[in-house]
């Protein structure tokens, strides 16, 4: 039997539905290609994430600031001066710290000033007029001053403690008699010290390991760098394994000679 033919507009009706669905179908298409792509991104950005090693983190100083290092003029006797001329200058210093009122505070320390002038006078006292006053040996000079005094200004720390020769309260352990010669200036931030009171031994970060009998008032102990600094571990806490910060919170950038004149 012949198949009864539709009318005219059912045709069209129909065509238009197919036409239709597939506008619609090809509209959503796009949207579905995009939506994998930025998955595909975001899970790939993800694995690259994993896969790269993590940034190790630094605490960072701030700065520049400046300081005067002393009230008055230094005056000190030039090598070869046998005695007859003398050297004046006003050193101060360009330096960066955790905080800007560190070196300031350094004030409240007793024995700060003493040690600083002495210092200087030490690492002048060796030099002759032209090493100085002159050019590029001027410049040594201040940079020899800066290496001699860096320690003074900025000595290491042991845990939170506010001055740098008050007691770590976890430990028991305290800057020892030597600690103006220590040569360890990592930032506190970047380091620890490893203690095990009943193992009677310590360790800064993979350094090597240095055992105490506990009556020791100036304990040389190494990093892995071979800087070192001294502890005090006689009132050491028996029963405490852990760690603390240790290292400086600032350090000297250079020293600027103001005011030179020789006399």
Request: net charge negative; aromatic share 8%; hydrophobic share 35%.
């Amino acid at each position: 039997m012949a198949d009864k033919e539709k009318p005219e507009d059912e045709v069209e009706q129909e065509d238009g539905k197919q036409e239709e669905g597939s506008s619609k179908s090809s509209s959503k298409n796009p949207i579905k290609l995009l939506g994998a792509v930025v998955a595909l991104i975001a899970v790939g950005g993800t694995l690259a994430m994993m896969a790269l090693p993590g940034k190790e983190e630094r605490s960072r100083f701030a700065g520049p600031y400046f300081y005067e290092l002393s009230a008055e003029p230094l005056t000190v006797t030039a090598i070869d001066s046998h005695g007859t001329r003398y050297v004046k200058f006003k050193p101060s210093t360009e330096y960066v710290a955790y905080t800007k009122t560190y070196v300031g505070n350094r004030e409240n320390d007793p024995f700060f000033r003493s040690y600083l002038d002495a210092k200087m006078h030490e690492v002048s006292s060796t030099k002759t007029i032209d090493e100085m006053l002159r050019g590029a040996a001027q410049l040594a000079f201040a940079e020899e001053i800066r290496h001699a005094i860096d320690s003074i200004v900025f000595p290491a720390h042991l845990g939170d403690t506010t001055h740098p020769l008050d007691v770590e309260e976890k430990t028991g352990l305290r800057p020892g008699i030597s600690h103006m010669d220590a040569t360890f200036r990592g930032r506190i931030h970047d380091h620890v010290l490893k203690f095990d009171g009943p193992a009677q031994t310590l360790q800064i970060d993979v350094g090597p390991v240095a055992t105490f009998r506990g009556d020791e008032e100036d304990l040389k102990l190494e990093a892995q760098d071979g800087t070192y600094v001294y502890i005090d571990v006689t009132g050491f806490e028996e029963d405490f394994i852990g760690e603390v910060p240790i290292g400086c919170h600032g350090k000297l950038r250079k020293i600027i000679l103001n005011g030179r004149i020789a006399q």
